[in-house]
T-cell receptor, first 114, second 114 residues
Framework: DAGITQSPRHKVTETGTPVTLRCHQT?????MYWYRQDPGHGLRLIHY???????DKGEVSDGYSVSRSKTEDFLLTLESATSSQTSVYFC?????????????FGPGTRLTVT | GENVEQHPSTLSVQEGDSAVIKCTYS??????FPWYKQELGKRPQLIID?????GEKKDQRIAVTLNKTAKHFSLHITETQPEDSAVYFC?????????????FGSGTRLSIRP
């Protein structure tokens, strides 16, 4: 597997609390992505980054923010967690932003909001 | 925006038989079509991809076909084995302003009966 780690791997939190998930890569890839995976919906893009301090929204970005202060780290923050954000979160990386380059996924973080 | 539909959502085949999963997409400008396999509790991993200048691509027991006119593509697995049991996702590449994006289908859960 590509050098991607996610932390924590599992988290249970209460509604209204802030949560930060971390994605760390050792591949020096420029592009990083956060997805959520829910039954019946496949993988949906939350936010992505195309360089340090360069980020943009995906298709389901409401309620999430991201930051990338170093090439290797991409943080996903839920400012005030809600039960609808219970999901499995995957980080992905890619070394190109142009057509036809594979995305490599991290191991995932299972988040439960009670 | 791009829309990807995947069928069937579940598929059960006898070991040794073939399995076919079909996807349709909406954006005629799309030109990269990867397939990902996700085993239970694991991360998605690319198993095969095809670009728009190719109608068919084969890798051992798996093959993908693409019909750009009809905007659909399919995954074919021959001589299925127990280790083929997984969730399979088709995907289509589109573009955001600053990077490529991968739009995933909703997944097909493939079960191989012994």
């Amino acid at each position: 597997d590509a050098g991607i780690t996610q932390s924590p791997r599992h988290k249970v939190t209460e509604t209204g609390t802030p949560v930060t998930l971390r994605c760390h890569q050792t591949e020096n890839h420029r592009y990083m992505y956060w997805y959520r995976q829910d039954p019946g919906h496949g993988l949906r893009l939350i936010h992505y980054s195309y360089g340090v301090k360069d980020t943009d929204k995906g298709e389901v970005s409401d309620g999430y923010s991201v930051s990338r202060s170093k090439t290797e780290d991409f943080l996903l923050t839920l400012e005030s967690a809600t039960s609808s954000q219970t999901s499995v979160y995957f980080c992905a990386i890619s070394d190109r932003g142009t057509s036809g380059y594979e995305q490599y996924f991290g191991p995932g973080t299972r988040l439960t909001v009670t | 925006g791009e829309n990807v539909e995947q069928h069937p959502s579940t598929l059960s085949v006898q070991e040794g038989d073939s399995a076919v999963i079909k996807c349709t997409y909406s954006d005629s400008a799309s030109n990269y079509f990867p397939w990902y396999k996700q085993e239970l509790g694991k991360r998605p991993q690319l198993i095969i991809d095809i670009r728009s200048n190719v109608g068919e691509k084969k890798d051992q027991r798996i093959a993908v076909t693409l019909n750009k006119t009809a905007k659909h593509f399919s995954l074919h697995i021959t001589e299925t084995q127990p280790e083929d049991s997984a969730v399979y996702f088709c995907a289509v590449e589109g573009r955001y302003s600053s990077a490529s994006k991968i739009i995933f289908g909703s997944g097909t859960r493939l079960s191989i009966r012994p």
